[in-house]
């Protein structure tokens, strides 16, 4: 893949951004709307309390996990061949919002770049997506017509701070041993020599967003990961970034796990809440811990979102491991949801698509019963 052709921004016109119109999910909040779009989006996420995640991609195919490349050390030129092998023959749209809304959840949120690079929407600033693959869809515009249709949130999950596919992202001596998997030979696809590369990376990001933000207008944008972050804040403009998002709609909502600056509308840790501060100084220095701390402080009395997943230590379906890694019950759904609550956070639940792109069975029959539950 030649980087340069692939890789080069495209910039938009002003006639391709989304009109100010009320979005179907916050319909119930029209009034605010038009005074304040952001209060209006705020308003509408402190009250859904319930959003449905998903973790899809390339990774499926093989179900050894989403950071199979990076464990595994595949070398690039082998793992972008499951392009021509991801289908997502079994990915319905319609089931999916139909099973959130079943289960009682408000909200969507997909992988739309995961750490691998790979992209489940249309994009004009790479062929490594799903459009371009045996599929030849756009997933993400798929959803985001179902979620239209039944007044759901659309939120796009995007990883900014891991990108082991783009040939100027940072390499692991920036100070992450997780930018780029450790292989054992050099990849003639990574370009990256110095820092001075990494604006192209920057570049390629901010389109990307646009993208994202013109074609779906999403409810919110949801940064990962965390700790690439941490390692060096420094590289990453996530005060630019949001401003770029910010300047291309009035309502999105942006989170980065427990925060990246504290301006973020909200915080989205992993299961509990709490700063970062002790695990990043012992691994980043003081500087890291100082900047965690001061972004939780920032956001610790906001209305937040924890997530977790149905199958147990598990983002993406590991099959050979679902003997292993039981699924959640519901009683312990019922529990994550309790304790969100308690803590005036939204509860966003996982579950792992299976290869073709199907919802595991077994998830499926207990986000349902547990919204019975909810619903009396």
């Not at 979005?23 to 909040?29: C, E, T």
């Amino acid at each position: 893949m030649s980087g340069a052709a692939i890789f080069a921004p495209h910039i938009l016109t002003a006639s391709e951004l989304p009109a100010l119109a009320v979005p179907g999910y916050l319909s119930a909040y029209s009034d605010l709307y038009k005074k304040d779009p952001k209060k209006a989006a705020l308003a509408w996420f402190g009250q859904a309390g319930y959003g449905l995640f998903m973790h899809y991609g390339l990774y499926s195919i093989w179900g050894r996990g989403a950071w199979v490349q990076y464990m595994e050390k595949i070398p690039v030129a082998e793992y972008v061949k499951l392009k021509n092998e991801f289908t997502a023959k079994d990915f319905n749209a319609d089931y999916i919002t139909d099973l959130a809304q079943d289960a009682g959840m408000k909200y969507v949120n997909i992988t739309a770049k995961h750490h691998d690079g790979f992209c489940l929407f249309k994009s004009s600033q790479t062929d490594y997506n799903s459009v371009h693959s045996a599929a030849k869809r756009d997933l993400v515009g798929e959803l985001r017509t179902a979620c239209d249709q039944k007044g759901l949130g659309l939120f796009l999950y995007y990883s900014v701070a891991a990108d082991w596919h783009h040939p100027y992202f940072a390499s692991n001596k920036e100070g992450w041993e997780m930018y780029r998997p450790q292989y054992d030979k050099p990849q003639p696809e990574y370009k990256y020599k110095s820092l001075k590369d990494f604006p192209k990376y920057i570049a390629y990001v901010k389109a990307q967003l646009k993208e994202l933000i013109v074609q779906y207008n999403p409810a919110g944008i949801w940064f990962d990961p965390a700790m690439g972050l941490y390692a060096n804040a420094d590289i990453f403009p996530m005060e630019e970034i949001y401003q770029h998002i910010r300047s291309l709609s009035p309502h999105v909502l942006i989170s980065f796990k427990q925060g990246a600056t504290g301006t973020e509308d909200f915080a989205a840790p992993e299961r509990k809440a709490h700063s970062l501060s002790d695990k990043v100084k012992t691994l980043y220095g003081e500087k890291a811990a100082i900047l965690a701390d001061r972004v939780w402080e920032a956001h610790k009395n906001k209305h937040n979102e924890t997530c977790s997943t149905m199958q147990r230590g598990a983002w993406s379906y590991e099959p050979e491991n679902d003997g292993k890694r039981k699924h959640l019950g519901v009683d312990e759904v019922l529990e994550l949801l309790k304790d969100a609550k308690s803590r005036n956070m939204n509860l966003l639940l996982n579950t792992g698509p299976l290869p073709g792109g199907g919802i595991h069975k077994g998830d499926a029959e207990i986000l349902r019963k547990v919204g019975k539950i909810m619903k009396g």
